[in-house]
């Protein structure tokens, strides 16, 4: 088993539309989530840190579920440019490396 | 965010041949930078961490010595890919850790495209 697993998609959804991804981790020590988004032949950029409280950026909602050990990552009113790859990111602590989902795509149809 | 850059942007080189590429963090120093290796359509695998003034520290399968990796100062970080082949064909990236809101995070490099013909 991975120890981080995402849905691979692709989602396929109209622009406007709400679409939410999850991402499991396995490690119950795992105290660092991030998402990253990933344009084709791109780097992967910060989209947000994910706390226990939950954080919101704009049209883009993080939240973590320690009990149930998942990340989830919900996007309002998408936009064409939301199509991205969009990856789960975990780390169990700060000296330790960050473990990659294998990553969600996401294609917003006009 | 902090800013990591990567040279080359892409190249290309023939079989038997090393290649350098250079990952540099801009505005902050990184004691610790991460070589990734990434195939089309699969997600980034790390291949070694990096640490300012001591040896990389290589994942499970590269092989250390065809990935040379030197970290010499704290804004860069080297990976020399020797004698290259076909098979090292990938898109490799770097990044580095700066202190972020949400303790340290990984700011990436744009990433080297390399082709061995």
């Given at each position: 088993r991975k120890e981080v697993e995402q849905d691979p998609g692709p989602f396929n959804v109209p622009e406007g539309a709400t679409v939410a991804f999850?991402?499991?981790y396995s490690n119950s020590a795992s105290q660092s989530f991030f998402w990253y988004r990933q344009?084709?032949?791109k780097?992967?950029?910060l989209l947000m840190s994910v706390y226990s409280s939950g954080n919101e950026d704009g049209r883009f909602k993080a939240q973590?579920?320690?009990a149930s050990q998942y990340i989830s990552l919900l996007i309002r009113d998408s936009k064409l440019s939301d199509s991205a790859t969009y990856l789960c990111v975990v780390r169990r602590s700060s000296a330790s490396k960050i473990i990659f989902g294998s990553g969600t795509r996401l294609s917003i149809r006009p | 965010?902090?800013?990591v850059s990567q040279h080359p942007s892409w190249v290309i080189c023939k079989s038997g041949t090393s290649v350098k590429i250079e990952c540099r963090s801009l505005d902050f120093q990184a004691?610790?930078?991460?070589?990734y290796r990434q195939f089309p359509k699969q997600s980034l695998m790390l291949m070694a961490t990096s640490?300012?003034?001591?040896?990389?520290?290589y994942e499970q399968g590269v092989e250390k010595d065809k990935f040379l990796i030197n970290h010499a100062s704290l804004t860069l970080s080297t990976l020399t890919v020797t004698s290259a082949h076909p098979e090292d064909s990938s898109f490799?990236?770097?990044s580095a850790e700066a202190p972020g809101t949400g303790g340290y995070e990984q700011y990436f490099g744009p990433g080297t495209r390399l082709t061995v013909t």
């Open positions: 999850n991402c499991t344009d084709c032949r780097e992967p950029k973590l579920n320690r | 965010g902090a800013v004691t610790t930078m991460f070589w640490n300012e003034g001591s040896k990389a520290t490799y990236i770097c």
